[in-house]
Nanobody
Framework: VQLQAFGGGSVQTGGSLRLSCAASGYTFRNTDMGWFRQAPGKEREFVSAITGNGVSLYYADSVKGRLAISRDNAKSTVYLQMNSLKPEDTAVYYC????????????????WGQGTLVTVSS
């Protein structure tokens, strides 16, 4: 299993980015996927998750209305559209494969991408 996250960068407050996570080595459409982030000196925290069929979406309260998760099962890719970015969104963003249990618990993810850095300046 391989996950490759990309699309991070540096933007100003209010800007937008779209993160992508390309998966390979397993049946992508059968698995739930999630995005987490980790800021310097802080623990990894849940951002968003999506079920294998793309029907159910989950968001942390801090990103609701600004970030949107989606997936393209034909391309084995999950996306995170990030709008109205704030300095507190600055972190390394990781995509992961959820193997069951609550989506917001990082312990329920057994594969992770390498992370992509998002920096939001004021």
């Amino acid at each position: 299993v391989q996950l490759q996250a990309f699309g991070g960068g540096s933007v100003q407050t209010g800007g937008s980015l779209r993160l992508s996570c390309a998966a390979s080595g397993y049946t992508f459409r059968n698995t739930d996927m999630g995005w987490f982030r980790q800021a310097p000196g802080k623990e990894r925290e849940f951002v968003s998750a999506i079920t294998g069929n793309g029907v159910s979406l989950y968001y942390a309260d801090s990103v609701k209305g600004r970030l949107a998760i989606s997936r393209d099962n034909a391309k084995s890719t999950v996306y995170l559209q990030m709008n109205s970015l704030k300095p507190e969104d600055t972190a390394v963003y990781y995509c992961g494969v959820c193997m069951g249990g609550h989506y917001s618990d990082a312990n329920n993810y057994n594969y992770w991408g390498q992370g992509t850095l998002v920096t939001v300046s004021s």
